[in-house]
Structures are given as C-alpha cells and as structure tokens.
C-alpha cells in the first residue's frame, strides 16, 4: 500500500524541451507544413518594440542561443531563413551596437523590415518560425549583450581553429 500511495503523489515528469537546432531542423513534418500552409506571411516593423539580428550562418546563432542557455520555451521571436542559411532573434530596440564588428552579423532596426508567417501554420522556407511568443503574447527578446557575448565567443574560437588549420 505504501507503494501505491507513492506512486499517486509522484510528480509527472516534463518531456526535454527540444534543443535549438531541433527546433529549426528542416524535416519532413516542417516541409509538409509548408506544403500544406496557405503561406500567409506579412511584414513585421523592426525597431520600434524590437530589433532584429540576422546571423549567418544559421548554425552560429543557434550555437549561440544554446551556449547561453536560452530556454527553447520562453517564448523568444526566433526566425529562420532556410533559403539564405539565416537566423533572426529579436532583441530589445535599440541595442544593436551590442553586435558591431561581429562577422556576419547585422542589425534590422528602425527602417528595416521583417518577413514573418502570419500565424505559426503559415510558415515558408523563407519565414519559418523557429520560436514564438504564445498566442498574443508579446515575444519575449532575447538579452543583447549576452547573445553578442556568445557570438563574439563564437566567431573568435572559428578564427582560431582556423588559423591552426
């Protein structure tokens, strides 16, 4: 009886969240979902509650969002451009000289636009939502001094291997 009682109060435990990389794998679910999409996307304003970074290549953003532990279900605005190989990641506005001198980085701000999927079914290889706010929730953006932190780190260690190499 005691075995049945502590099994009764044992807590359901959480699938593992996803990873980063998981998240904008290109599979053939994400592909059929793009088939079958009504491919509704439209422009979201940079600059005014957000701005966006463009990091190419995708790979290096998503290492960067790992390496600081960015929990894949918080919410972030995170975009994939599978046709260009880039990743965008709202940070907050007006925080891109975080990210000046990083290779490959660029900043979407003021004047610049977004092409986002209307709604998470609506998802394109150009716009494809790897992460986003929750219903009508606004995104919750990704810190900027970190994320550059990461990618600086990042795009130095590549520097150094290469130059090994």
Avoid at 4 to 22: L, M
Avoid at 23 to 44: F, I, M, P, Q, Y
Avoid at 82 to 98: E, F, K, N, W
Avoid at 129 to 152: E, K, N, T, Y
Wanted: hydrophobic share 45%; with cysteine.
């Amino acid at each position: 009886m005691a075995n049945a009682s502590a099994a009764g109060t044992a807590k359901a435990t959480k699938p593992a969240a996803p990873t980063w990389h998981e998240l904008a794998a290109v599979t053939d679910a994400k592909r059929k979902l793009w088939l079958l999409s009504r491919s509704h996307t439209g422009w979201a304003v940079c600059g005014r509650e957000w701005d966006a970074v463009a990091v190419e290549p995708m790979a290096a953003g998503l290492d960067a969002l790992a390496a600081m532990r960015a929990g894949t279900r918080r919410g972030y605005q995170v975009l994939a451009d599978h046709l260009s190989d880039r990743l965008y990641v709202a940070v907050p506005a007006d925080s891109g000289t975080a990210f000046a001198g990083i290779p490959g980085v660029r900043v979407l701000s003021s004047g610049h636009q977004l092409l986002t999927p209307s709604t998470p079914q609506d998802g394109t290889a150009a716009a494809d939502w790897v992460s986003h706010p929750p219903g009508d929730a606004p995104p919750a953006l990704v810190a900027a001094d970190r994320f550059a932190a990461h990618l600086r780190e990042l795009a130095s260690a590549a520097r150094a291997e290469a130059s090994v190499s």
